[in-house]
């Protein structure tokens, strides 16, 4: 930055309560040229300085490497850059002022209805070259530590199995989307980062450009994203499968389509109304359990009995992701996945029953913290400790005794699992809080091929980015 620039910081919007896009700005007229970089317009919840300390001034495909993480890159149709902001990492995207007031706008709002969703941090206009050319606007995103683009996971071929659990993953958050509103309108595995969860993953939305909040959605909405998603991921397996980075035996097809039943079932679970007979009343317990045990909580319920009184309808009418998330972090100030804090709870209810029947929940779970959670994360390694968050390295830990008691047909202690999970498992993965900052060469070619062949059949079939 030179000592003639500045930036002008306004707050962001405050109209959450608006549904749809954002209204257009008036268009203003370009400013004058001038010899040197002018002020800039930043919109972000808080101020952050360190953003002034990037070079806004140029356009970003020639941001110097000093500035950039080197992170794989999925395909879009904007020019979008991983930098480094202190000590944390964030994507900006070159798009249009409109589009990008809207997506910071629908991720905010997605963030205080509590979906996971990547953290919006500012949107930068009235960007120019020290020449005075105007410069397309940025949205800024901050960057999900330990989360991986799908890609990132196919250094080596991928397993139907682990493939199948991507797509679960992208059914249940497309399921979240959609109990709040939520239209996302280019559902894809290339916009949405993944997390590691206790054996599964957990799915975050990256772009939110396309999107809109609605008080519900129709089941035309609903089922014209599912089908989006449907070709969508079709059309990413098969460019997978054209660089052999997956299973030559999976059909692309066929494993998009898993998405369909899977969504399906998982929506009728939540949603669906349920009858039954009056003398049956407890299937609303056990139906209210079957949702928690999906990692759902029901705030209220609608039961209603038939004109002739012999049979009770029952539908849930407020559903809320995050029960074993909510549990955990109740009795132990610990943050994690869905799966995680189901594996921890459970980990942590047999340690109960085993060291402190008969007493209170909250003194055996700060226990099972002190004696059990937080001696296998200190016992980590410092060079390791930035293998796994320390969630699921517990959870992993917690399986691998399990795995050597069953081998070893004996008790394992925890220090001999620890000793074993690390020098056989822990320093044989990649690093995942860096998320591949020094990527295989191999992937990258293929990501930046796959990147410029998508940008050239957009240009062939005549698409341009728009601000619509």
Not at 72 to 77: A, H, K, L, V
Request: glycine residues 6%; hydrophobic residues 35%.
């Amino acid at each position: 930055m030179t000592e003639q620039s500045s930036a002008t910081w306004q707050d962001e919007p405050t109209d959450y309560a608006e549904l749809g896009k954002l209204p257009r700005r008036s268009p203003l007229p370009d400013p004058p040229p001038s010899p040197v970089m002018g002020s800039l317009s930043i919109t972000a919840a808080a101020a952050d300085p360190e953003l002034l300390d990037l070079p806004w001034h140029m356009a970003l495909e020639e941001w110097p490497e000093e500035y950039l993480a080197a992170l794989p890159r999925g395909i879009s149709r904007h020019i979008v850059r991983f930098a480094k902001l202190g000590n944390s990492v964030i994507a900006v995207k070159e798009t249009g002022e409109h589009v990008a007031r809207h997506e910071y706008h629908m991720l905010r709002k997605l963030q205080r209805l509590d979906v996971p969703c990547v953290e919006p941090v500012a949107v930068i206009r009235d960007r120019q070259t020290p020449q005075g050319t105007p410069l397309d606007p940025c949205l800024v995103t901050r960057h999900l530590k330990f989360s991986l683009p799908y890609r990132a996971l196919f250094s080596q071929t991928l397993r139907k199995d682990t493939l199948t659990r991507l797509i679960d993953a992208q059914a249940l958050l497309l399921v979240r989307l959609h109990l709040v509103g939520f239209y996302w309108g280019d559902v894809s595995l290339s916009n949405t980062l993944f997390r590691r969860d206790a054996g599964s993953f957990a799915a975050y939305l990256v772009d939110a450009e396309t999107g809109e909040l609605y008080p519900d959605l129709s089941t035309g909405q609903r089922e014209y994203d599912l089908e989006i998603a449907r070709v969508n991921i079709a059309g990413e397996l098969m460019d997978l499968l054209d660089g052999g980075l997956i299973d030559p035996e999976v059909d692309p097809v066929a494993t998009s389509e898993r998405i369909m039943d899977s969504y399906r079932n998982l929506w009728a679970e939540l949603t669906a109304k349920e009858s039954f007979e009056l003398g049956e009343r407890w299937r609303v317990g056990a139906r209210i359990r079957r949702l928690n045990e999906l990692g759902f909580d029901v705030e209220e319920y609608a039961i209603k009995t038939t004109a002739g009184g012999t049979t009770i309808q029952l539908q849930p009418k407020v559903v809320d992701a995050g029960h074993h998330q909510r549990r955990l972090l109740r009795l132990t100030g610990l943050d994690a996945q869905e799966n995680q804090a189901r594996r921890l709870l459970n980990d942590m209810d047999s340690f109960r029953a085993d060291n402190y029947p008969g007493q209170d929940e909250e003194i055996s779970a700060h226990a099972w913290v002190t004696q059990v959670f937080e001696p296998i994360v200190r016992a980590i390694p410092k060079e390791l400790s930035g293998k796994l968050e320390p969630a699921e390295v517990v959870h992993q830990v917690l399986e691998h005794r399990w795995y050597m008691s069953e081998k070893l047909e004996r008790y394992v202690p925890l220090a001999e699992t620890l000793q074993s999970y690390i020098d056989d498992v822990l320093r044989h993965r990649r690093d995942e809080a860096a998320i591949m900052l020094n990527p295989d060469t191999q992937l990258l070619k293929v990501i930046e091929t796959e990147e410029a062949r998508h940008r050239e059949d957009d240009e062939d079939d005549g698409e341009h980015p728009t601000e619509d």
